[in-house]
């Protein structure tokens, strides 16, 4: 089985702009998860998709959304980017049991300058 | 509210020895999950090891263990026969709802030949 794909792998985007980010979780699985990871931060869990549905949301801001496809493929965009929102953003995917396993992608290392 | 500790920022070993990394949880759930994640230079996250609250006894992968002391909310890992390739940022993380992870602060460990 091929793994779980982040696309792209690197972003440099400007304060004020919007990004989009992609993930492809592992074939069969209709659950993704979204974490953005920051040395001050560590490692914080955005929102959970699953079927298409959005199934449990962190704490950040309304500027932070995602969104689920027929084919479990998951996009997650921020808006108005700010120099905060630099990070590592990692995509998990896993089965449609709760609170098995997660497999993780490599993630989009996004820069906001 | 779930909360993970790791109190340990960093840790060495030498090549060949053991290692315990150290991790302390709370939750109000009866019903959860706790994982080790590895996080090598790469930033692919790993599952290393998975403990359900349930099970009384302690999981074992190989060379890792863990030591699960549910009335202390306890859960650390050890690492015997070090070697180099076990280098890279060891998380803890507690899973109660659905597939939301709640990660600790991460342990840096270092393996010395």
């Known amino acids: 089985k091929a793994g779980v794909t982040q696309t792209p792998r690197y972003l440099i985007k400007t304060r004020g702009q919007q990004v989009t980010l992609s993930c492809s979780p592992i074939s069969g699985h209709r659950s993704v998860s979204w974490y953005q990871q920051t040395p001050g931060q560590g490692l914080q869990f955005l929102f959970e998709y699953f079927s298409e549905t959005q199934r449990n949301k962190g704490n950040f801001p309304g500027r932070f959304s995602g969104r689920q496809f027929s084919n479990s493929r998951s996009e997650m965009n921020v808006s108005t980017l700010e120099l905060g929102d630099s990070a590592l953003y990692l995509c998990?995917?896993?089965?449609?049991?709760?609170?098995?396993?997660?497999?993780f992608g490599q993630g989009t290392r996004l820069t906001v300058v | 509210a779930q909360t993970v500790t790791q109190s340990q920022p960093e840790m060495s070993v030498q090549e060949a020895e053991t290692v315990t990394l150290s991790c302390t949880y709370d939750?109000?759930?009866?019903?959860?999950?706790l994982f080790w994640y590895k996080q090598p230079p790469s930033r692919q996250m790993i599952l290393v090891i998975r403990q359900e609250a349930y099970k009384q006894q302690n999981a074992t992968e190989n060379r890792f263990s863990v030591n699960f002391q549910k009335a202390a909310k306890s859960f650390s890992l050890k690492i015997s026969d070090s070697q180099l390739g076990d280098a890279a940022m060891y998380f803890c993380a507690s899973n109660a709802y659905g597939n939301k992870l709640v990660f600790g602060a991460g342990t840096i460990l270092r393996v010395k030949s």
């Open positions: 939750t109000s759930e009866s019903d959860y999950y």
């Open positions: 998990a995917s896993s089965d449609d049991q709760e609170r098995t396993e997660a497999f």
